[in-house]
């Protein structure tokens, strides 16, 4: 049986595609979930067409903005106030389908990422902050409601990385058999 495919941030598998031109390898997760899984890498800034280095980018509460969990939120420039929603928007709900086709059985998001986090991304609002997801993991976790999902922050605990790899291992041989 060939091995699961599980999405991840390109960030954390060391490619430098971070807004300041960095990374943020995660030598753990790779070490221990790498022997298991094949990696699908993925970065929604650099594939929506921001770039590296770029402007760091948050997520600011709007009524005309798209679902962030609880939220609606545009996604803007810090500095320039440049607006990448529905770029981002359309963007993210193809990459989800493409992904999809693709048939996964995990993902793992980067932690608190106006585009990758699945929870406690900071959304800016004028009564104080509020908390969102991050666009992408919105649409990936729309697409794919069923899909074992987590981020690298969790997976510092070692009974939660054991149970996101079963999980995987789970879906994986569900698809496999079905």
Do not use: N
Not at 51 to 74: F, K, N, W, Y
């Amino acid at each position: 049986m060939k091995r699961p495919r599980v999405g991840i941030s390109r960030c954390l598998i060391g490619d430098e595609v971070r807004y300041d031109g960095t990374h943020r390898l995660d030598e753990r997760v790779i070490e221990l979930l790498g022997p298991y899984v094949e990696w699908v890498p993925v970065c929604p800034e650099v594939e929506v067409g921001m770039g590296t280095p770029r402007e760091p980018i948050h997520l600011v509460a709007s009524v005309d903005g798209v679902p962030s969990m609880h939220e609606r939120v545009r996604l803007v420039g810090v500095a320039s106030g440049e607006d990448w929603t529905e770029r981002m928007h359309e963007w993210a709900r193809d990459r989800a389908r493409g992904l999809a086709a693709l048939y996964l059985s995990g993902y793992v998001f980067k932690a608190r990422s106006p585009s990758c986090g699945i929870d406690r991304v900071v959304v800016h609002a004028v009564d104080g902050e509020r908390q969102g997801r991050g666009l992408f993991a919105e649409a990936l976790i729309d697409a794919l409601p069923d899909l074992p999902v987590t981020d690298e922050a969790s997976l510092v605990d070692p009974a939660a990385r054991a149970a996101f790899l079963e999980r995987v291992l789970r879906h994986h041989a569900e698809r496999s058999s079905g």
